[in-house]
């Protein structure tokens, strides 16, 4: 029999499975939700409803004259701002939304335990309820770093545990000629630490952006101009940061936020050269278009973050700075799920 002819992917029929339709929606509404977490957090509307889960005490948002004007009355701390309402509220709603098809999807997998994915649905359930908890700490809290960094992890986590969610009913072991499989199984530990530091530099991206240490290095590749500025990692770095002050704008000084900025860009660094060696042993492993495919994420991801600093974050750059940090990471998952369902096609004439 001829090995190359029997390369094909085993495949399941998930396309009337309504399992893996509820993990396709849920994956498309989770990268929603993320960019509009993004959105609001770039234009400042983290706080533009400072009540939860209403606004202003509204369903949606006060909009009429008289609405406002009750509204102003009863939170006379933070008068109305409309442009920062609506994309609080879209975000909430839309994180609704996504809560409910969860629900759903966890309903049904309850429903046929046993079947792959079981645990997996319920982890995922527990993921987005503690998202909604952290969701309102982010208002009640007043946008304390801690919360909003931790908000934007949970966030990347619910994508990528619906995405491998889709994945799981989606794919069954695949056959690869024997060379391959064995290249692959060499690169696996490689792929593993390729995707901790990308969760890594996705964590100092939500403390750059939660800190306000976007533009703390206005200049590129240098910052301030100088290769080593004057840095305060010590309180950059603080996760102590008390409970109570607004942090909206960031509460750091200076070279606490150029600290925090330079980390990021260092994280940058070492996740270029692994993603870069990686797709450069996948390409020798006999998988091109993977090897491809990462190098067009993290080459796109890396020009938006470059772009994001000479540009002086611009609020699209910045947005899909934030998508590109979630296509990069999926990209990675599922390269590292499709290394743990090959198999050697030699053991089908075992």
């Known amino acids: 029999m001829d090995v190359e002819s029997d390369i094909t992917e085993l495949r399941k029929n998930y396309k009337n499975d309504w399992r893996f339709r509820l993990a396709l929606i849920g994956t498309g509404l989770a990268l929603v939700v993320v960019v509009l977490g993004a959105f609001t957090r770039l234009t400042h509307a983290g706080l533009g409803c400072p009540d939860w889960p209403g606004c202003y005490g509204h369903l949606l948002w006060p909009n009429e004259s008289h609405e406002i004007a009750a509204a102003n009355a009863a939170f ?37 335990r046993g079947h792959r994915g079981f645990i997996q649905s319920h ?70 630490v390729a995707v901790v530091a990308v969760c890594l530099q996705i964590a100092l991206g939500g403390w750059t952006s939660s800190n306000y240490a976007a533009l703390a290095c206005p200049d590129f590749p240098t910052c301030h101009s100088e290769w080593w500025p004057a840095a305060d990692f010590s309180q950059g ?5 008390q409970i109570g002050p607004n942090y909206l704008g960031g509460a ?33 492993a006999g998988s091109p ?54 198999q050697p096609a030699i053991k089908k004439y075992s």
């Open 123 to 192: 982890i995922l359930l527990g993921v987005i309820l503690l998202q909604a908890a952290f969701g309102m700490w982010t208002v009640t809290l007043k946008l304390w770093p801690q919360v909003v960094t931790a908000h934007l992890l949970g966030g990347m986590a619910t994508l990528s545990i619906l995405w491998m969610l889709a994945e799981r009913l989606r794919y069954r072991k695949r056959l690869i000629p024997p060379h391959e499989f064995s290249a692959l199984q060499k690169i696996r530990p490689l792929a593993v």
């Open 76 to 112: 006379p701390d933070t008068p109305v701002e409309t442009d920062k309402t609506w994309p609080e509220m879209v975000h909430r709603y839309f994180a609704g939304m996504l809560l409910l098809v969860v629900v759903g999807l966890t309903y049904m997998f309850w429903r046929r």
């Open 252 to 284: 750091m000084e200076n070279d606490a936020r150029t600290a925090i900025h330079l980390t990021h860009r260092i994280g940058a660094i070492i996740v270029t050269l692994l993603v870069s060696l990686l797709a450069l042993l996948a390409w020798r």
């Open 289 to 342: 278009r993977w090897a491809q495919g990462l190098l067009a994420v993290l080459c796109l991801q890396v020009g938006l973050g470059i772009a994001n600093v000479v540009m002086f974050l611009p609020l699209p750059v910045a947005v899909a700075h934030n998508a590109g940090a979630a296509l990069l990471l999926l990209s990675l998952l599922t390269f590292c799920y499709r290394i743990n369902t090959v």
């Open 237 to 241: 770095f603080n996760v102590a940061q």
